[in-house]
């Protein structure tokens, strides 16, 4: 394999991986992503997935490890989510408040529509011989 990588870089090498980048492709594939020599696994970037590295893994693991995700009620302790849990109750009521008085506005006009209905209908009672 190494013979086909060699004149691969002859004809692409200028190109290949990331020239100006800090570190090489080979560097980035040894340090980030282990699992594919260690598996022996032929890897084409961005075939419709791409890969997550181990730093990102990583950082997820610290994320996850040192936050709470949850409830957000429990942010309450958090002097510094105080805020954002009353700006989140207030966006909640906001909405709430658009949709019952959208609520309100379509019952009014559905009374309207029954008493213009009912005098309509009284109308043509008035005017029809139903006999005695």
């Known amino acids: 394999m190494e013979a086909a990588k060699e004149e691969f870089l002859k004809e ?13 492709i080979d560097d980035i594939r040894a340090t980030e992503f282990k699992r594919l020599d260690q598996n022996g696994i032929v890897y084409l970037d961005h075939a419709g997935a791409t890969l997550y590295s181990e ?22 302790f958090k002097k510094k989510k105080r805020l954002f849990i009353s700006l989140l109750q207030l966006g909640i009521m906001l909405v709430l408040l658009h949709h019952v008085s959208r609520f309100i506005s379509l019952i009014k006009v559905l009374v309207g529509y029954i008493i213009t209905l009912m005098g309509l209908l009284l109308l043509i009672a008035a005017g029809t011989d139903l006999g005695d």
């Open 12 to 24: 692409f090498g200028e190109d290949y991986g990331y020239p100006n980048g800090p570190k090489s």
């Open 55 to 76: 730093l990102q893994m990583e950082a997820i693991f610290k994320d996850l490890t040192s936050s709470v995700y949850g409830n957000p009620r429990i942010l309450l």
